[in-house]
């Protein structure tokens, strides 16, 4: 049963705000209506509210339509960004990096956009914000190739890439830091592959995949706890 809903073909990132948990961010994502210009939308999922549409808070048209989105808490804490940063993966191999707290105060999106460099060379499958070292974004795309952002400074990022390869033959469709240790980074790909990252090292200490092929393709990596 859908309890609300939005109208547009998106990418989604949960706010990760203690102050408020109902927002939620959706990029115009790979293979919507081409004849749409993409946008950033930040809706408010309020369940006490009537009717099933969700209310857009904040808008900006955006470059090119995004793979994967992440919704992070750099600058909350020192009120540098009140409302966090949001980070996508685009199409093209770019990463953006936006301004929450300009989107729903509505800034305009020369406002808005902290960063936009074209990193990768293809699409950015894997896009997250280190739940631990929130300044850290990790991102990843075609080949296998692998990037983690110093985020200290948005504008003016350095961009560290681990040396080692991984087992991994084929494009990154998607990544995860682990919950319990700042350091530690999953990523998985479409040939089956997972592997684990342990970025004191800057290599990966272990791949695992299914020998008896009954999986060959990933598509998400989650950890638990």
Known sequence: ?????????????????????????????????????????????????????????????????????????????????????????????????????????GAGAGATVLLDRQQHAGPVKGCQFNPHSTHLLATGSVRAELAIWDLTNPTSPSVFKPEARSKQADDVSHLAWNCNFQHILATTAYDGVTVVWDLKVKRPVIAISDTNRRISRCSSVAWNP
Not at 18 to 35: E, I, K, Y
Not at 78 to 86: A, E, M
């Open 1 to 105: 049963m859908n309890v609300k809903v939005a109208s547009k073909s998106a990418t989604v990132a949960w706010s990760p705000l203690q102050q408020r948990p109902g927002l939620l961010a959706a990029a115009t994502v790979s293979g919507a209506d081409a004849f749409s210009a993409p946008s950033m939308d930040i809706f408010s999922v309020d369940l006490s509210s009537a009717g099933r549409d969700m209310a857009v808070l904040g808008s900006v048209p955006i470059d090119d339509r995004v793979e994967r989105l992440s919704w992070g808490t750099k600058g909350v804490a020192d009120g540098q960004f009140r409302s966090g940063l949001i980070a996508g993966g685009m199409v093209d191999g770019t990463v953006a990096v936006w301004d929450a707290e300009k989107i729903l105060t």
